[in-house]
């Protein structure tokens, strides 16, 4: 069974930091886009950064650039999104997914190419 389990939310003040952690299991894990998305209530789910198992291109909103940093453990199987300087629009449930394509050329921002997804973990910043 394929599994994605996030791990690392949590409340902190705004300029403040987490790192949040992907683990997956039950597949083989290479040539898979995963992404990080996230989604405060009432809004669109939306995507944040995301990283290519066979590669170590990056991709990420504009809304992160400079502050997330998406990185991966192979050997551990595990995604990791480094969030700093946080902000209180940085609020919202954080999922991990998985889609096997490459993650370029915008792809990786197609939420309905993703076939796994993790339960969410949540991110509360306060100002």
């Known amino acids: 069974e394929v599994q994605f389990v996030e791990s690392g939310g949590g409340s902190v003040q705004a300029g403040g930091s987490l790192r949040l952690s992907c683990a997956a299991s039950?597949?083989?894990?290479?040539?898979?886009?995963i992404t990080w998305f996230r989604q405060a209530p009432g809004k669109e789910r939306e995507g944040v950064a995301a990283?290519?198992?066979?590669?170590?291109?990056?991709h990420y909103a504009d809304s992160v650039k400079g502050r997330f940093t998406i990185s991966q453990d192979n050997a551990n199987h595990t995604v990791y999104l480094q969030m700093n300087s946080l902000e209180p629009e940085d609020t919202a449930m954080y999922y991990c997914?998985?889609?096997?394509?490459?993650?370029?050329?915008?792809?990786?921002?197609?939420?309905?190419?993703?076939?796994?997804w993790g339960q969410g973990t949540q991110v509360t910043v306060s100002s």
């Open positions: 997914a998985a889609a096997r394509m490459w993650c370029g050329s915008g792809a990786w921002l197609r939420r309905n190419e993703y076939n796994y």
């Open positions: 039950g597949y083989t894990y290479i040539r898979y886009c």
């Open positions: 990283i290519f198992t066979g590669g170590d291109n990056a």
